[in-house]
């Protein structure tokens, strides 16, 4: 147990230099182009879905949450929302290179799930407006205040004071959660063996697929931190990391329940990531596709 305490903080170690790096790059990156890129989206029209799956693998970490506000003014389309949430990959991005998983690796899973959202929102928005040509997307009169009063009530940028603090802030955080998770995987490989840990998973994988969905489903970095790390230690398969990380939109689902008073519908959206997650994930299984 003290070996497996050790190798966790060892490990931490190494890879807390590359984090703090990849976070202070994306912070900057992030308060330089927020404003930019949030009119884009609310400007583009029935290219929302493109444009909101592709901002969103951006890893922006309050964007998700932006997008939550948005949808609650009315200023995109839901088929935009579920773009940016499908797309949206929360620590995964940052996890991996500080691990120095190899670029090609992570730009599939990017595009995996960006084509993911981007054909879903695009189906949806599709759908609703068949259902009801009233919902097109586009804000109505005053809603552009109603945006950024609900924006200012959530504090959903995620900087605190300079970007170096911020990115300091964020890396601890997420340091805690890589060594805590790295804890209880060594833990398990010790008493369980890492063979048979990951045969558990992979002779359910149907059981394993609505597992990490399910998982991706928490509200918390946490989520997108145990899917990678488990991916990385080879205990989950590629489809069942995509499948947790689709319905992974971070704190955007908790601000949408936040901000958006119609609880069914955020109850309905839930559950349609969930089921979209489940769906791409098995299909993804069963075609063999390993990235």
């Not at 003290?2 to 790059?25: H, N, W």
């Not at 998983?101 to 599709?126: A, E, H, N, R, S």
């Not at 950024?148 to 955080?173: P, Y």
């Not at 008073?261 to 299984?285: C, M, S």
């Amino acid at each position: 147990m003290l070996d497996a305490i050790l190798d966790a903080v060892l490990d931490s170690l190494k890879i807390l230099p590359f984090l703090f790096v990849t976070y202070l790059i994306m912070e900057y990156l992030e308060s330089h182009t927020e404003d930019r890129v949030r009119d884009l989206v609310k400007r583009a029209g029935w290219m929302g879905p493109f444009w909101g799956g592709l901002l969103g693998a951006v890893p922006q970490c309050g964007f998700s949450a932006a997008a939550s506000n948005l949808y609650a003014g009315r200023a995109i389309s839901l088929g935009t929302l579920i773009a940016i949430f499908l797309s949206t990959s929360d620590e995964m991005i940052p996890i991996m290179i500080s691990e120095a998983v190899p670029v090609t690796k992570m730009l599939k899973l990017l595009l995996v799930k960006l084509i993911i959202g981007i054909l879903c929102g695009f189906l949806i928005d599709g759908f609703c407006h068949i259902r009801s040509s009233r919902k097109t997307g586009q804000p109505e009169d005053g809603e552009d205040f109603l945006i950024e009063r609900l924006c200012e009530k959530e504090h959903c940028h995620c900087e605190s004071g300079s970007i170096v603090g911020s990115a300091l802030k964020h890396t601890l955080h997420i340091i805690l959660f890589v060594f805590a998770i790295t804890v209880l995987l060594n833990l398990a490989f010790l008493f369980l063996g890492e063979d048979r840990l990951t045969a558990v998973i992979s002779s359910r994988p149907i059981t394993g697929m609505f597992l990490s969905a399910l998982i991706g489903l928490i509200p918390n970095c946490g989520a997108s931190v145990l899917l990678t790390q488990m991916y990385l230690h080879g205990v989950l398969p590629a489809s069942h990391l995509i499948a947790g990380l689709l319905d992974g939109a971070g704190v955007g689902l908790l601000i949408l329940f936040r901000v958006n008073p119609d609880q069914k519908e955020n109850l309905r959206i839930t559950l349609l990531l969930y089921l979209l997650a489940v769906v791409f994930g098995l299909l993804i299984h069963l075609l063999g596709i390993s990235i």
